[in-house]
């Protein structure tokens, strides 16, 4: 199996979820007793959360790019970054390293293609839901997704930041999920993109009026496969 370099702690909740699904799905194809061969670099999100300033995520770029040149220097043969909003600083990071960095947005893009999505909603932080980097992933692909409503996109941003990065998840939240997920629907969407991996925390995929893309879920399914050799 090939070793592979995890970026975290954004928040360290996202890290468990990731090094969990990474080794359940390894155990579940190479053998009970196996666990994945893994470098795990957990940042502290302090210093890495809300950011709005180019000056910010200029920051941000350079302490995800010398991470991920420290797990390459360590050995990792593929990088993975734990969240989806530090996917922003991608081409940044990626450039920083002689290994490949795998997109999560490709990842969900390439499933939701194969599955013959062609209309979605997004929801995540509010630099996923708002900005290009993560949506034209998905346009690219053809998939057409539904426009921000900002009703949705400050309610999403205040549930992650307040509640779900603090390892709470409220029934409140969970009924306004449901609710934005329900009005997805009515909009025309075919299928919901949990762009945001804490998300997971009030959002049952399996029972929900729409298909649900689990955007860690399946970039944990493309890291198994290249830790796989696939």
């Known amino acids: 199996m090939r070793k592979l370099g995890l970026i975290g702690g954004m928040s360290w909740l996202s890290t468990r979820s990731y090094y969990e699904r990474i080794n359940t799905l390894v155990q579940a194809k190479a053998g009970p007793r196996c666990s994945a061969p893994m470098l795990i670099e957990s940042l502290d999100f302090t210093d890495l959360s809300r950011l709005s300033t180019a000056e910010e995520w200029k920051r941000a770029a350079g302490v995800l790019a010398d991470s991920a040149k420290r797990l390459e ?3 990792a043969t593929a990088i993975i970054i734990g969240a989806n909003s530090m996917h922003k600083v991608y081409d940044q990071v990626a450039a920083a390293v002689k290994v490949p960095v795998i997109h999560i947005a490709d990842c969900v893009a390439d499933k939701m293609a194969k599955d013959g999505v062609k209309k979605a909603g997004l929801i995540g932080t509010r630099n996923v839901m708002l900005e290009s980097f993560y949506r034209q992933k998905l346009i690219a692909r053809d998939i057409e997704l539904l426009p921000p409503e900002m009703a949705f996109v400050d309610t999403l941003d205040r549930i992650i930041y307040d509640e779900l990065l603090l390892g709470k998840a409220s029934r409140q939240a ?50 198994v496969d290249w830790i796989m050799g696939g």
């Not at 075919?190 to 955007?215: K, S």
């Not at 879920?217 to 890291?223: L, P, S």
């Open 174 to 223: 969970e009924r306004e999920l449901k609710t934005i997920i329900t009005n997805m629907g009515q909009d025309g969407a075919e299928a919901v993109v949990l762009g945001c991996t804490e998300l997971e925390m009030i959002v049952t995929t399996q029972a929900n009026v729409l298909p649900i893309y689990d955007c860690t879920r399946i970039h944990a399914e493309a890291a």
């Open 73 to 75: 220097k360590a050995g």
